[in-house]
Every structure is written in C-alpha cells, then in structure tokens.
C-alpha cells in the first residue's frame, strides 16, 4: 500500500495535519466552554453582592416576591438574561415558580443541586460541566430564592460553528499537504530514481554513468557519494579485469598446462598447453575421475580432497606418445575447497636425459671397468707368477701402460665434456686465421696415417684464402678428430675428400669418405656420449666414444657446427661450418 516514499509522505502529512487540528478544536473547545462557564459564575458574584443581597431581602420584607422581582429585574443586563438565559424567583419552600422572565421556559425549572443547597438556606454556585445547564440558587430570606438558568444553546452553537470551521480548515489543509506532500516528495523521489537507473545501468558494466544531481542537502551527499563509488568501482573493476587479463595471458602462454575442476569434477578451464598435451579434440564432457582413468593415472577427487597428505599429489601417464606428469592441488574459495588445479607437464626429454645420464654412467662405468679389470689381472699375474722371461713381462707391462694410456685419455675427455657444459672450457682470443692453410697442414698431418692403410687422402681448395676470426688450436682439434675417424672407418684402398670452401659468411669444411658408414637409425645418436656404431671395431682402434661429442660442443662454443651425412655401406659426409 505504502510502496512509495510520495505515498509516505502524503501519508504522513495528512496525519500530522489531522493530529494538529484534533488537538487544535480539542484545545479550543475546552477553552472556549470553561471560559463560558467561568464568566457565568463571575457574572453571578458581581451581581449578588452582600449588598444587593441585603436589599432584596428587605425589598422581600416590604414588597414580597414583586419587590425582589424589581429589584432584579433592574440587573438584566449585568446577568446576562437573553434567549439562553433566564431568571425566575421562586417559593423557597416548594420551589415553585412565582415569578420569571420567559415563560415559555418556566417548565425547565427543576430542583438542581444548587436550587436544592439553596431551599436549605445555601448559596447554590456550583458549576457541572456534564450537565447541559448551568444554573445559580440565590435565598432571599426563608420564603424567596432568585433562580438564574442558562441553558447551554450558545455554547453549543459556538462551539459546532468553531468545528466546522476547523472542518473546513482540515479539508483545506489535506488538499494543501496532498498537493505539497507530492511536490515534495517528488524532489526526493525524482534524484532517488535517477540514482536507481543509474545503478541498474552500473549493475550492466556501464561505468561512464555520472549523476548530475545538484543539491546541498542529503540527495546531493548522496549523489556525490554515488559518483566517487563509481569512480572506485570502476577503478577496482579495471584492476580486475587487469589482473584477469594478466592471469589470463599467463595462462594462455605457459608452458605447462593447466586443468582446473570444480567439486563435482567437471572441467572449469584448460589453457592451450594442457589441449596440446592431452590431445583432445572435445572438452566439454571432461570429467576428472573418468579422464585420469582412461589415461591410467591411479587418483581420483576424493584421494586428494578428503584424504591429507604431505606428499606432493602427482602421476605420471603417457599420452601421444609423450610422458606426462600431473602434478594436483586443492584451491580454496572463502575458506572452502573449490575445486582442484592440474598442472600438466611434458616430461618426456626429462625422461629421455634421465635415460641418457643412466646410460652415460652405465657408458662410463663400463669403458673404465675394461681396462681397470684388464690392468688389475695382468698386476696380479706379474705379482703371483715368477716369470723370467722378459718378453713375456714387457708384453705384460706394456698392456697395463696401454690400458692406463686408455684410462687417462677417457678420464682427461670427460673431464673436458664437464668443463664445456659448465662453460669453464676456456678457448683462446680468437685470431685471424686462414682456413685453407690450416686444412692443408691437418692433411698433410693425416697423410702418413691414411698411407699406413693404404687409402688415399685429397684436398680440394681454393688458392685464395679463407679468413675466420677463431681459436685456432680448438677448430684444429675438430678438424683432425673428423679425419682421423675418417681414417680409421674406411677400409683398406679407401678414398678421403677434404674440401674448403666459402658460402656468403660461413666457411665450409668438409670431409667425405667411402668407409663403412653408418646406419640411418644410428645417425640421431651418432654426437652422444660413448655412442658408438660397432663398439668392438672403436675400442680397436682406440677411441673413446668421447670424440664426436667434445667436438660438437667445441663448434657450439666457436659459433659453428658439425653436419654428418651417412649411407650405411656406402661412407660418410662430415660438414663443418665456420662464421667468418
């Protein structure tokens, strides 16, 4: 019913208006009958003084009741007598009216309680407001008493002339608060609804909305206050949405995936990486104890949520092909677990490193093992055996110094390999050096080498000279590991190319061979570590497993690089490629 502050206020004016009136003809009301009443018995006192008094009683002695009846008549008008007012006198005794100024009323005249104090000699002046009369009981001696009646009709007519005049007022009034009290409430209506359309248009994201609402009073705190929320809000949203962007974009470009689930297991947001990972085409019906199942990943929702533990909550599954690992937390909301966030990583070459370390140390532990047990059986023999042939004893000690001379050369290229990964292998100050010349000269080294197998060695280069700014030493050192490889895996009569050239900023050393070459399949592994492609014709001829390794990384830390092209039966093409 009172569903608008207008209707409020109307409301409230017409009851204050009604409650100021009621209280206002109340008030007059009273007043105007207790005045009325008072000037009667004031009007009474006046009159019938000790004195006057005095006289209508010896008037009474000498004249009887027409003597007192002159008397009083002579102060009709300090009494008040009219058509409301009458006086009368009456036997004492009986009370029986012998004279009185209206006739028409003398019926009206019954015995009071003034009328009866005064049969018994008593003034009666008492005043009842109850009654509808008002009335006074004068004795004149033992057989008279001087009756004044008034019978209200006056008061009554004005005090309904006074209400229906407050009446009006009222009417009036009501009309006036009515009309006020929505013009009023209008000017406090119309900024509340201003400011509420305002707020529904907030509530729509659109915070450009500023309130033009123009007031010293309440209204315009409120307006100012609105606007500053706003403001603030506005700022605080953009921040949000700032820092949603942020979390968003870092999400969109991690590197590991991300999956996170609500608490019934539905899938809430996956960033492109994790899409990647697990390969899915639809994610829609993701569901985390069903997914994880079906990638053989033994969790579920409950293992994590309900079931507390200090280890980290991670599976491994493969996928694609890949080695995944999924790492699982709880996120909380307002105190409360919400849901749960996957961290999805591809593990596979931390797997295939894991592999490779297994393999080097097994590598390594292996190429040692050899000679240590070839080094300690023959010490044994020399020590245990008396043996006096010497030839015998030098074959024994020359093995042992060989198989040491093995040793140390694997222990001094591991000890370089470590040196180039951790980047404490320390090259020279690069110099200008000519590439043709230091090719020639390595040739001319190898030469003796490849006439022992009878193979025969050629260099293919250009007179003019080819400068790079290098260390020397390091590339030499490449350099003769290629052809010395390429020495020792081409068969007897073979043919080594060496060749030198220059393409636009790079220079070109290559080094081809008709040897045994090397599998299709063993070629991706041919610069790991102690890789060997037949490992009893490497330990024969001496090699390490090391070599091609070291060189690679050399190249890497020169800025260059080292391409091999094989077809197994057919030899093998090594391309070094040098930055000028």
């Known amino acids: 019913m009172f569903k608008s502050i207008q209707t409020k206020i109307v409301t409230i004016f017409i009851l204050v208006i009604l409650s100021v009136v009621t209280v206002i003809g109340t008030f007059m009301t009273t007043n105007i009958v207790r005045l009325y009443n008072d000037e009667f018995s004031v009007m009474m006192e006046q009159v019938f003084t000790p004195a006057l008094v005095s006289e209508l009683e010896k008037s009474a002695s000498s004249g009887g009741s027409n003597g ?37 009323k003398s019926a009206d005249v019954e015995k009071s309680d003034n009328l009866i ?39 009554n007519s004005i005090t309904q002339n006074v209400l229906f005049i407050l009446v009006e007022a009222l009417l009036f009034s009501v009309l006036i608060s009515i009309l006020l009290g929505y013009f009023f409430g209008r000017t406090i209506t119309k900024p509340i609804r201003d400011l509420t359309k305002s707020t529904e248009h907030i509530a729509e994201g659109k915070f450009d909305i500023v309130s033009t609402i123009k007031s010293d009073d309440e209204i315009g705190i409120l307006s100012d206050t609105f606007n500053y929320m706003s403001s603030a809000l506005q700022h605080t949203v953009n921040e949000v949405n700032s820092e949603k962007n942020k979390v968003e974009t870092i999400l969109q470009n991690m590197t590991d995936g991300i999956l996170a689930f609500n608490l019934s297991g539905r899938l809430i947001h996956i960033n492109p990486e994790a899409k990647r990972l697990i390969g899915r085409t ?42 995944i690992r999924f790492t699982f937390a709880p996120f909380n909301l307002e105190n409360r677990i919400s849901g749960i966030i996957v961290v999805v990583h591809d593990i596979t070459n931390q797997q295939k490193l894991e592999n490779a370390r297994r393999e080097f140390v097994a590598n390594v532990s292996h190429e040692l093992r050899t000679p240590l047990t070839t080094v300690k059986s023959y010490a044994e023999t020399l020590m245990d055996m008396d043996i006096d042939d010497k030839e015998m004893q030098n074959h024994f000690l020359n093995t042992i110094a060989h198989e040491a001379d093995r040793m140390t050369r694997i222990v001094k290229d591991l000890l370089t390999l470590s040196r180039l990964d951790e980047g404490q292998y320390q090259l020279k100050p690069f110099e200008r050096v000519n590439l043709s010349h230091l090719v020639s000269e390595i040739v001319e080294k190898m030469f003796f080498a490849a006439k022992e197998k009878h193979q025969e060695i050629t260099l293919s280069a250009k007179k003019t000279p080819i400068y790079a700014m290098t260390d020397r030493d390091k590339l030499e050192q490449v350099i003769i590991n290629i052809i010395s490889n390429a020495v020792k895996y081409t068969p007897e009569n073979g043919k080594i190319e060496v060749s030198c050239e220059k393409v636009y900023k790079d220079a070109y050393i ?8 090397i599998p299709a399949e063993n070629l991706p592994r041919i610069f790991e570590r102690f890789y060997r492609v037949d490992n009893a014709r490497s330990r024969e001829t001496g090699g ?35 930055p000028l």
């Open 68 to 104: 007192v009846w002159d008397i009083v008549s002579s102060y009709i008008g300090p009494l008040g007598i009219d058509t409301y007012r009458f006086y009368s006198i009456l036997d004492a005794e009986t009370g029986d009216v012998l004279l009185t100024s209206d006739e028409t």
């Open 117 to 155: 104090l005064a049969m018994t000699g008593k003034v009666g002046n008492s005043v009842n407001t109850q009654k509808s009369y008002m009335d006074y009981a004068l004795p004149i001696g033992d057989k008279y008493i001087v009756y004044v009646k008034d019978t209200k009709d006056e008061i």
């Open 510 to 517: 290559k080094v081809r061979d008709n040897g045994i070459g």
């Open 282 to 323: 639809f994610y829609d019906d993701l569901q985390f104890d069903a997914f994880f199942k079906e990638v053989g990943a033994d969790i579920s929702m409950g293992n994590i949520i309900y079931i507390k533990d200090n280890k980290k909550n991670e599976r491994e599954a493969v996928i694609g092909g890949r080695v």
């Open 544 to 578: 390490t497993g090391l070599g091609l390794a070291i060189a690679k990384q050399i190249m890497t830390q020169l800025g260059g690089n080292i391409i091999i092209n094989s077809t197994y039966g057919e030899g093998t093409e090594v391309i070094v490629s040098v």
